[in-house]
């Protein structure tokens, strides 16, 4: 079996686009891969983070991956930072990178605004994101599209380390999302929907009440055309609203087209507030249940003694190649 491993930051509650793009994929995969997937609370740190607040977000997090369905049985779940082995890793790694293709990470240019103040774990942060991927010898890391360039410099850095030592690193594959995956801002069509933005009714929460998922749709851009068709690039509100109806409920977008043929945005805004509630709900239940539960302590406990036997060997592993230790 191929084995996957993923990370989220835990910043924030995640999204329908966190789910569409990339959670549910994770419940899939796990039906033939073995799969690890981690809250990365480190990287987290590579801008400043409120004690309490990252506490409490790593648990919501943790929380949202069991309550859309992946099973701790199948998979593996564990915080980052309960790992040495990805802080270790990191370290040797960043002594294998070069400055200059740490300098041409975009999103450490558009995170660093070429400041002086910029903080030095924002420009090694693609490091600590190879080890954690390096540290499971993983073979597939699923991630949006974003991510491509962190991938291959994971790639990079582990034939580097293969080219120039023994053989020590699984070189993963990318598996990236779908453009159809890519949900946008319900406010802005143009933009992704995103967790930072301001408007709360740019994004529907995955833990949001009926109430509001039914206020952010009702309030969401669409056009004054007042015809139910796919046309991303002049009708992108639309156009978003039907691909989360599409995959939501499993209708094809043309069915949605011949369905809603004569009917005005209203009518289609009301279904969809009905589906996307209906879809939500079981969520907020199982995270109900489980958020303040002994399991889910129980759970990444154990997940991270499942992680940390696979992690040590790979230290082992490293160190043994790199002549580190005794
Ligand atoms: P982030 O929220 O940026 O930490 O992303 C976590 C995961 O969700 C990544 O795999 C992203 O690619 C995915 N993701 C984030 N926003 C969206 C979106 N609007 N549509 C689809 N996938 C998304
Ligand atoms: N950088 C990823 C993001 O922002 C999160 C992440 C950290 C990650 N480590 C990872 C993703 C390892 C996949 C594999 O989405």
């Given at each position: 079996m191929k084995r996957v491993f993923s990370g989220v930051?835990?910043?924030g509650n995640l999204h329908l686009g966190n789910y569409l793009g990339a959670l549910k994929q994770f419940v899939e995969l796990q039906e033939d891969h073995?799969?690890?997937?981690?809250?990365?609370?480190m990287h987290a740190i590579t801008v400043p983070q409120d004690p309490k607040e990252l506490k409490s977000h790593i648990l919501d997090v943790a929380s949202l991956y069991l309550s859309v369905g992946v099973d701790p049985k199948k998979s593996i779940v564990f915080v980052q930072s309960d790992v040495p082995g990805h802080a270790e890793l990191s370290w040797i790694l960043t002594c294998c990178s070069y400055t200059g293709e740490l300098s041409r990470m975009t999103q450490f240019k558009a995170k660093s605004h070429n400041k002086e103040s910029a903080p030095t774990g924002l420009f090694t942060y693609p490091v600590l994101m190879a080890a954690d991927i390096l540290l499971y010898d993983t073979d597939v890391v699923p991630v949006g599209t974003d991510q491509r360039q962190h991938i291959e410099l994971c790639r990079d850095l582990a034939t580097r380390v293969n080219n120039t030592r023994k053989k020590t690193f699984v070189v993963p594959e990318g598996r990236y999302l779908k453009e159809g995956a890519r949900i946008m801002a319900l406010d802005d069509p143009t933009q992704k929907m995103s967790k930072s933005a301001e408007n709360i009714h740019s994004r529907i929460s995955l833990l949001d009440e009926p109430s509001k998922i039914k206020k952010s749709i009702m309030k969401a851009t669409t056009d004054s055309e007042g015809i139910i068709r796919f046309d991303q690039e002049n009708k992108p509100g639309i156009s978003n609203l039907m691909n989360i109806y599409s995959v939501l409920s499993g209708k094809s977008l043309s069915d949605l087209e011949k369905e809603y043929e004569g009917k005005g945005y209203g009518d289609f805004k009301k279904d969809l507030v009905e589906i996307t509630v209906d879809a939500l709900a079981p969520f907020r239940e199982k995270f109900e249940e489980i958020r303040y539960s002994e399991d889910l302590i129980r759970i990444l406990?154990?997940?991270?003694?499942r992680a940390g036997a696979i992690a040590e060997k790979t230290i082992a592993r490293v160190k043994e190649n790199f002549g580190l230790g005794l």
């Open positions: 930051q835990p910043t073995e799969c690890i997937y981690c809250i990365v609370d406990k154990d997940g991270a003694e």
